[in-house]
T-cell receptor
Framework: DQQVKQNSPSLSVQEGRISILNCDYT??????FLWYKKYPAEGPTFLIS?????DKNEDGRFTVFLNKSAKHLSLHIVPSQPGDSAVYFC?????????????FGTGTRLQVTL | KAGVTQTPRYLIKTRGQQVTLSCSPI?????VSWYQQTPGQGLQFLFE???????NKGNFPGRFSGRQFSNSRSEMNVSTLELGDSALYLC??????????????FGEGSRLTVL
């Protein structure tokens, strides 16, 4: 049962334009949603997160939007830069008080072209 | 502050062999999680250790096991290797403080190839 889904395996965007990466989830008990970025031969690095009680969080060029009624979140990158080309993983976290587990989506490969 | 360190970075094994991967978390982090990354499958959760105790476990067969030492360093072992075990194995650490976001800090991974 894939609780976190990224339905677009790849996305190509021109430099300077907006990149929009999407993620859907099924479990309404998630507390936080996170985006990670991964370059080849490196581990994922944390990008931005949002609490389930918020609907928007912004950090520089990166903004995450959360629509709880649709169980959908998106990551907007504006403007897109060639260095943004990577695989982006959406993840959802649930804290039980003693332990939590991050559930990842399958990733979206973003390519920013010149 | 040093990051998460995984060894070895690359290794090649043959079917039926076993392998042990090592992970040193960020200093002060008591939680260590292991993930398997394969093309098209994303990051699949293996298990999480906190203060030497396994707290969470993913849906992997018993051939996959792990442990955590008193200094928070962790190892994972895969016995009777199969071709399908070829993957990037990622270790991640976190402080797991009360109310944290679940943010994990990943190592660069150990790329296992099974021939």
């Amino acid at each position: 049962d894939q609780q976190v889904k990224q339905n677009s395996p790849s996305l190509s965007v021109q430099e300077g334009r907006i990149s929009i990466l999407n993620c859907d989830y099924t479990n309404s008990m998630f507390d936080y949603f996170l985006w990670y970025k991964k370059y080849p031969a490196e581990g994922p690095t944390f990008l931005i997160s949002i609490s389930s009680i918020k609907d928007k969080n912004e950090d520089g060029r990166f903004t995450v939007f959360l629509n709880k009624s649709a169980k959908h979140l998106s990551l907007h990158i504006v403007p897109s830069q060639p260095g943004d080309s990577a695989v982006y993983f959406c993840a959802a976290s649930r804290w039980t008080g003693t332990a939590s587990k991050l559930t990842f989506g399958t990733g979206t490969r973003l390519q920013v072209t010149l | 502050k040093a990051g998460v360190t995984q060894t070895p970075r690359y290794l090649i094994k043959t079917r039926g062999q076993q392998v042990t991967l090592s992970c040193s978390p960020i200093s002060g982090h008591r939680s260590v999680s292991w993930y398997q990354q394969t093309p098209g499958q994303g990051l699949q959760f293996l298990f999480e250790y906190f203060s030497e105790t396994q707290r969470n476990k993913g849906n992997f067969p018993g051939r996959f096991s792990g442990r955590q030492f008193s200094n928070s360093r962790s190892e994972m072992n895969v016995s009777t290797l199969e071709l399908g075990d070829s993957a990037l194995y990622l270790c991640a650490s976190s402080s797991r403080d009360l109310g944290d976001t679940g943010e994990l800090f990943f190592g660069e991974g150990s790329r296992l190839t099974v021939l």
